[in-house]
């Protein structure tokens, strides 16, 4: 018996799709293990077509068009989008630009909404109420609370988002990546869901 474990989504670089892109095989020997990840599942047309939806079915009817007789069991997904993204490389100053964009969007973006929060607030009064109740002046003193305040909401900051740079300070995932790996698991969910309703129509 084959043992087929479809993953849940494949991006290639290439137009052909092959057995060995999209799934692994177990109990089967190696010989023909190594054949069947190089069987062709399909080919995408070149700039017209970006993704597709493969079914567990279709992968079982090719393998079975080359080995008739094998009993194939899925352990995986019924069901695999499968992108296609041919390699484009863009200038570096562009790469620049965009990644410059996205920083300033990224940095004004949050000071507004820092900003905003605390004027609602009003984290000013706050601050002068408890100089007050310490029996201190703001104007005559050095703003530690400002300071104390500004340096933990940076450190809370970086916390959160577990890395500084390319360097994480724990190996959990970030709350970035478990938001985008949960984006990304409801477009799967949706793509496949349209071309089951589109082959129904059909």
């Known amino acids: 018996m084959i043992y087929l474990n479809l ?38 047309q070149k700039e017209k077509e970006k993704c597709i939806v493969l079914g567990i079915i279709d992968i079982i009817e090719k393998i079975h068009e080359r080995y008739p007789n094998e009993v194939i069991a899925s352990i995986g997904e019924r ?66 609370l400002e300071i104390g305040y500004s340096l933990g909401l940076g450190g809370g900051i970086i916390l959160f988002y577990n890395h500084i740079g390319k360097r994480r300070i724990t190996k959990d995932p970030t709350p970035i990546e478990v938001e985008m790996r949960l984006y990304e698991k409801d477009v799967n969910e949706t793509i496949i869901d349209n071309a089951a309703r589109m082959n129904k129509e059909e």
Request: glycine share 6%; with cysteine.
């Open 79 to 144: 069901d695999i989008v499968v992108s296609y993204e041919p390699k484009k490389k863009a200038p570096e100053s562009v790469n620049f630009m965009k990644i410059f964009l996205v920083c300033c969007i990224c940095f004004f973006g949050s000071a507004f909404s820092i900003m905003a929060f605390h004027n609602d607030i009003g984290i000013q009064g706050l601050m002068y109420q408890l100089y007050e109740l310490f029996g201190l002046q703001r104007e005559k003193c050095v703003p530690l």
């Open 7 to 44: 993953q849940e989504d494949v991006k290639l670089k290439k137009q052909a799709v092959l057995l060995g892109d999209v799934a692994q095989l177990t109990g089967i020997e190696e010989q023909k293990k190594s054949k069947l990840m190089q069987l062709e599942l399909y080919k995408f």
